[in-house]
T-cell receptor, first 113, second 112 residues
Framework: NAGVTQTPKFQVLKTGQSMTLQCAQD?????MSWYRQDPGMGLRLIHY???????DQGEVPNGYNVSRSTTEDFPLRLLSAAPSQTSVYFC????????????FGNGTRLTVT | SQKIEQNSEALNIQEGKTATLTCNYT??????LQWYRQDPGRGPVFLLL?????KEKRKERLKVTFDTTLKQSLFHITASQPADSATYLC???????????FGTGTRLKVLA
């Protein structure tokens, strides 16, 4: 029972490089989302998806792209990494709206130098 | 703007005592409030959900209260154990939305 799987666990990028953070879930959840967690800021929503082919912006979407071609996968793309994107990134999924618990992956720790 | 506040300072308590964590919010009318546990290097794990029309919810040694007049939730862990040491996050959401707002979390340390 894998739940939500994120890869990689750690990543170091140079400013201007691009990369994709991977997220996969095996619970057949329609809703998936990406958060970033910074000290003293709490979890902030970057992008979310309510089903394959449907995505929308969260609180802090700038500098990130997403797409959802399958129910299982929801990758997060950094187009041109900046030091301000140094953070821990979490992917989460749920079966419904606000009355459903979120299932989180174990995060990707990204450092941009 | 919407704001959630949790005690930013760590909470240290003796084993066996009841730990009480606070979640206050402003400029928001949540339909649901959730509590999560987060261990170092791991993602948050769901613990409890309480609805706006519920005053209290219990699960084993955990109890959550929700006061929409005070705009506050209290999270209690009774008979606390060192294994309960973690950061606890509260999250708010409204009905029909996929957007959750998280607090910054309170770090709890239970001393043996």
């Amino acid at each position: 029972n894998a739940g939500v799987t994120q890869t990689p666990k750690f990543q170091v990028l140079k400013t201007g490089q691009s990369m994709t953070l991977q997220c996969a879930q095996d619970m057949n959840h329609e809703y998936m989302s990406w958060y970033r967690q910074d000290p003293g800021m709490g979890l902030r929503l970057i992008h979310y998806s309510v089903g394959a082919g449907i995505t929308d912006q969260g609180e802090v979407p700038n500098g990130y792209n997403v797409s959802r071609s399958t129910t299982e996968d929801f990758p997060l793309r950094l187009l041109s990494a900046a030091p301000s994107q140094t953070s821990v990134y979490f992917c989460a999924s749920s079966s419904g709206t606000g009355n459903s618990p979120l299932h989180f992956g174990n995060g990707t720790r990204l450092t941009v130098t | 703007s919407q704001k959630i506040e949790q005690n930013s300072e760590a909470l240290n308590i003796q084993e066996g005592k009841t730990a009480t964590l606070t979640c206050n919010y402003t400029n928001y009318s949540p339909a649901y409030l959730q509590w999560y546990r987060q261990d170092p290097g791991r993602g948050p794990v769901f613990l409890l959900l309480i609805r706006e029309n519920e005053k209290e919810k219990r699960k084993e040694r955990l109890k959550v209260t929700f006061d929409t007049t005070l705009k506050q939730s209290l999270f209690h862990i009774t008979a606390s154990q060192p294994a309960d040491s973690a950061t606890y996050l509260c999250a708010l959401s409204t009905s029909g939305t996929y957007k959750y707002i998280f607090g910054t979390g309170t770090r709890l340390k239970v001393l043996a």
